[in-house]
């Protein structure tokens, strides 16, 4: 019996737990029951994981003048690539030219520059550290040199139809190549974009056509002098030449001396045999004015005898007019050319 009552016990247990698992039971008006289905939860939501931005650098962040604020280290450097991939451009005279910078010798450290730039705080201008090589610069500028230096072209006298004919003057043109390595140097270390006019020296010509003094010229077949202020006629003056046995000599001559009221000193030709020295004053030969030329003993002077003018009838100067000789002693210089053509 004892037995029999705890099975009893246990079997009602049962029966509840039973009841309770199954859910609550409800009569309908059928009287029957049904039963309730418990309620399902819904599974926790999935978890995403997102991989972290890459690093940028700080807004308003430049290298070397290149805008690089919140790009990423590789494209920052990309840029300064690029940029630093662009010639220098070099004005010589009216030429230009656009040498990459190492042809100039330049060396650029951007990766430095890069990491320098990820810790440089919004706004800060990050430069670029750049070497040049000394020696590949020398050799580029003087490379420059041989191709642009000119020496000054003086302006030359020629006679053509018994006229002056100048040539045109130009100036020359030399690099200075200290100043412009330097300048150079200037330009790549501070990453300058601007056009670099090279330092040059221009060389003026001793001799232009603009400012070519006086030039003589005397036909020997007229008995004339003609002066020219450069190429441009200046005045006429009526002479006396060499007679035939005594000529005045042809050719390209200068004025090599000039004297004012000279002695005059018999040459050694026969026609002066047993003269003596006749110093200044009135009846000199040479009258108050002498001009000698680089043919030797003979010159340009005024003469007493100013009856022999128009003819060839001196023994092989050219004898002026006294007040002639005089005005033109005044007007030219040692060096003034002097042509004698014969017509």
Known sequence: MRLSGLALLLLAGFACICAVAAGPVR?????????????????????????????????GVSIQGVAVGGLSPDDAYASLQS???????????????????????????LQGAVARAKSAASGAAVPVRVAVKGATLRAYVARLARRYDRAAVDAKLRLRAGKPSITSDRPGLRIEQGAARAAIVRALTHGSTAPLQIPVRILEPRVTRARFGPVIVI???????????????????????????????????????????PWWYPPASPWAAGEKPVPPGPGNPLGT????????????????????????ASHG????????????????DVGTPVYIVEA
């Open 219 to 261: 036909r020997r077949g007229d008995n004339r002098l003609r002066l020219y202020r450069g190429m441009k006629p200046w005045r006429t003056f009526t002479v006396a030449t060499g007679q035939s046995s005594y000529p005045t000599p042809l050719g390209a001559f200068h004025i090599v001396v000039k004297y004012r009221n």
């Open 27 to 59: 009569a309908d008006d059928g009287g029957t029951t049904t039963t309730t289905a418990p309620t399902e939860t819904a599974p926790p939501p999935a978890v995403t994981t997102t991989a972290p931005a890459p690093p940028v650098l700080a807004p």
């Open 317 to 332: 100067c050219i004898r002026m007019a006294i007040p002639d000789a005089e005005w033109l002693f005044d007007h030219v």
């Open 83 to 109: 940029s630093f991939a662009q010639p220098l451009h070099l004005v010589v005279g009216r030429t230009r030219l656009a040498p990459t910078r190492e042809q100039l010798g330049a060396v650029s450290y």
């Open 289 to 312: 004015r002498w001009m000698g030329i680089s043919s030797p003993g003979v010159g340009i002077h005024g003469t007493p005898d100013a009856a022999s003018l128009g003819y060839s």
